[in-house]
């Protein structure tokens, strides 16, 4: 079994590669598998970007985000413009088209509330105002209220599960209640898991997703 000390350098030499720089200061502790990330980034990409990357490591089994955003003096902007900056961008992705989505932001901390019919328009909520300078953080709480009664494809979803590249699904089990999927069984990795989780919500008709694969080097 992979050591802590030789998990974190995995971690440490991964992240170098993409965001170590001088506005990306970034600190890796590993204790049984658990990675937690400490420091400062420019922006809230980077932040999500480490995240990513660290997951991803072989003998990962989670990942806890503690990196601070710390937006240059001279890029900093006033809540309300970055409010206006994010319904506009909303107002023009296909995606996330509607008038449904509320926006607030604290302090640079934007908080996304509302309703929207599918997961994927929910993710496309929080992809689309990542990269926007000035945002601190994302708490994506829109709810998903499906309006069609969409019966859930468990065949199509096992399909797409199996032709995933990055992902060895022989040994998830798929359940379907209702508008719910709930998987279950073992995955080589976080990063697995996270790819078995993003492919369950693209299912039609899914409404809520639980996800209880354990992860088994």
Same mark, same amino acid.
């Given at each position: ?30 204790? =049984? ?7 400062? /980034?420019?922006? +809230? ?31 900093? $902007? $006033? ?15 296909? =995606? ?5 989505? $509320? /926006? ?5 901390? /934007? ?8 997961? +994927? ?14 945002? $601190? ?53 976080? +990063? ?26």
């Amino acid at each position: 079994m992979i050591t802590d000390d030789i998990l974190r350098q995995n971690v440490i030499q991964a992240l170098k590669w993409d965001l170590f720089s001088v506005d990306c200061i970034i600190i890796v502790i590993s204790n =049984n598998g658990v990675i937690t990330l400490k420091g400062n /980034v420019d922006t +809230y990409k980077k932040k999500t970007q480490a995240e990513r990357i660290s997951s991803a490591i072989s003998g990962v089994q989670s990942v806890i985000n503690k990196i601070d955003v710390t937006i240059n003096r001279l890029e900093q $902007k $006033k809540d309300i413009a970055i409010t206006n900056e994010i319904l506009n961008i909303f107002r023009w992705n296909w =995606n996330t088209l509607n008038d449904t989505i $509320k /926006v607030k932001v604290l302090e640079g901390w /934007v908080t996304l509330s509302g309703e929207l019919e599918w997961n +994927y328009q929910k993710e496309a909520a929080r992809q689309a105002i990542v990269s926007l300078i000035g945002v $601190k953080g994302v708490s994506n709480k829109i709810n998903i209220k499906s309006q069609v009664d969409t019966k859930i494809d468990k065949t199509t979803l096992r399909l797409a599960l199996e032709n995933h590249l990055a992902l060895d699904s022989k040994d998830i089990e798929i359940e379907v209640s209702d508008s719910k999927i709930i998987l279950k069984g073992t995955v080589e990795s976080w +990063y697995q898991k996270e790819i078995a989780g993003f492919i369950a919500w693209k299912a039609r008709g899914v409404v809520s997703v639980e996800n209880e694969l354990l992860i088994e080097e």
